[in-house]
Nanobody
Framework: VQLQAFGGGSVEAGGSLRLSCVASGFLYSRRVMAWFRQTAGKEREFVAAIRWSEGSTYYADSMKGRFTISRDNVKSSVYLQMNSLKPDDTAVYYC?????????????????WGQGTLVTVSS
């Protein structure tokens, strides 16, 4: 399985960005895809996850109402729409994939990772 994330960039506070992640290779129908983020010197942090089979989602509390995760079955892609961005959202964002249905938030539960895409939010 390979994951390729893109869509990061620089935006002013209050702005929006949409990240994309394309999955390729052998993909089980029962899988969860997620977004995490990481800043220098900090642990990788869970952002949001989506259950591929029926689209149910789960968010970190600080992202609820601002971020939306979605998927496109045809394109094998997952998206992260980020609105009302804050400087604290500045990070490298990673997409991840695990086989199974449970919407885990732990980094260790995900087996496959994309390369990361940088989001910079200026004040």
């Amino acid at each position: 399985v390979q994951l390729q994330a893109f869509g990061g960039g620089s935006v002013e506070a209050g702005g929006s960005l949409r990240l994309s992640c394309v999955a390729s290779g052998f993909l089980y129908s029962r899988r969860v895809m997620a977004w995490f983020r990481q800043t220098a010197g900090k642990e990788r942090e869970f952002v949001a996850a989506i259950r591929w089979s029926e689209g149910s989602t789960y968010y970190a509390d600080s992202m609820k109402g601002r971020f939306t995760i979605s998927r496109d079955n045809v394109k094998s892609s997952v998206y992260l729409q980020m609105n009302s961005l804050k400087p604290d959202d500045t990070a490298v964002y990673y997409c991840a994939l695990r086989t199974g249905d449970y919407l885990y938030t732990g980094v260790e539960k995900y087996d496959n990772w994309g390369q990361g895409t940088l989001v910079t939010v200026s004040s």
